[in-house]
């Protein structure tokens, strides 16, 4: 097993069933669109593949701010209900704390739902912090 990063259009649309069961609103042609549109500014899909289909996906990108310097976000990562507890979030997660190391980031960030205990549970034990609230407003329904 090992982590690549998603090269193509199919290779994403191989990840699609995965990742939509974190984004359930978003169908796979809107999920390709946001993707390609998202890459422009430097989005990139990992993907974790066992018994030749991807079962842990993130999506990630690494930039700078005043509060964190140079930094990997994740903006999605998910194992696929099938495959969970068999450590693929695991190698998923060292996968990205070595690529932001690598990409000599000062930190790695992701925001959870609030819904989401067990993903919580997993990124504290992880070595992981909750440093902060994040707040949101719609602007368009």
Excluded at 41 to 64: K, M, N, S, W
Excluded at 101 to 127: E, I, N, P, T
Aim: aromatic share 10%.
């Amino acid at each position: 097993m090992s982590i690549v990063l998603a090269a193509s259009r199919k290779e994403l649309s191989r990840c699609y069933p995965v990742l939509v069961q974190l984004r359930p609103h978003l169908g796979e042609a809107e999920f390709l669109r946001r993707v390609e549109l998202q890459a422009r500014e430097g989005y990139q899909v990992a993907f974790l593949e066992h018994d030749g289909r991807p079962v842990c996906v993130a999506g990630f990108r690494i930039t700078h701010n005043l509060a964190w310097g140079r930094f990997l976000y994740v903006d999605d990562l998910v194992t696929d209900d099938a495959a969970r507890s068999k450590g693929f979030g695991q190698q998923m997660m060292a996968w990205l704390v070595q690529h932001a190391k690598g990409a000599d980031c000062d930190q790695l960030h992701l925001d959870s739902g609030v819904h989401r205990f067990g993903a919580h549970r997993y990124y504290l034990a992880s070595g992981m912090d909750i440093t902060a609230h994040h707040f949101a407003m719609k602007l368009k329904e």
